[in-house]
Structure formats: C-alpha cells, structure tokens
Nanobody
Framework: QVQLVESGGGVVQPGGSLTLSCAGS????????IYWLRQIPGQGLEWMAA???????AYGESLEGGFIISRDNEEAKAYLQIVYLKPGDTAVYYC?????????????????WGRGTQVTVSS
C-alpha cells in the first residue's frame, strides 16, 4: 500500500520546538521530492518546504521562524524541524510526495499525500 504517515504533532508552548516525521511505504521513497504543507484553521493550504531526492531544499518565501526539512532515504523518512513555535503555527501539517518540483497548494498536484498531524501552539 502506497502511503505517507505523519507523526510528531502535539501541543507545544509558544517558543517551543517540534520535529515532525513523515514515513513512506509502498513506493520508492528515494525517487520522490518530499514536501511539507500545512493548513491553518480557516485558511487554505500553505506550502512550507521541499527536499529533493538528493537533499536540496527549498522553503516558502512567506515563512517566518525556523523550519528545517531533512530526509533519510534509507529509512524512507522525512522530517520537518520547527523551532520558536508561535500560536500562528497551529495547523494540521501534511507531507506529500511528487517526482517533480512544485510549489502547488492543491492536493491533486501531489502523487502521494499523508493524512496530517495536528500541531497546537498554546500556553
């Protein structure tokens, strides 16, 4: 079964940090760009970061704060490290996979899509 499964979300205090994980299975993980997008309540999907098959990275131009995307092809996992979390970072965070580079914010633009993990930033 082809799938991506996100984990690592939860409730974090402002100023805290999290590392989200994205585990791929059922496909050749190393053949795909991996993306992180998020959906803030009441808003559309926001494109956050991408990492190529060999580790080149790209980040959303409107992002503020610390976000670091990484991957481990041997483990078929990707990660998004988020530091200095703010209440405005409260969202469902999704990972997605696609063989080409894209900054699309529509789910059908990605071949594989995870179910998301909730991050809530609150004191």
């Amino acid at each position: 079964q082809v799938q991506l499964v996100e984990s690592g979300g939860g409730v974090v205090q402002p100023g805290g940090s999290l590392t989200l994980s994205c585990a791929g299975s059922g496909f050749t993980f190393s053949d795909y760009w991996i993306y992180w997008l998020r959906q803030i309540p009441g808003q559309g999907l926001e494109w956050m970061a991408a990492i190529s098959t060999f580790g080149a990275t790209a980040y959303g131009e409107s992002l503020e704060g610390g976000f670091i995307i990484s991957r481990d092809n041997e483990e078929a996992k990707a990660y998004l490290q988020i530091v200095y979390l703010k209440p405005g970072d409260t969202a469902v965070y999704y990972c997605a996979a696609e063989k080409r580079f894209t900054r699309a914010t529509l789910t059908f633009e990605y071949e594989i899509w995870g179910r998301g993990t909730q991050v809530t930033v609150s004191s």
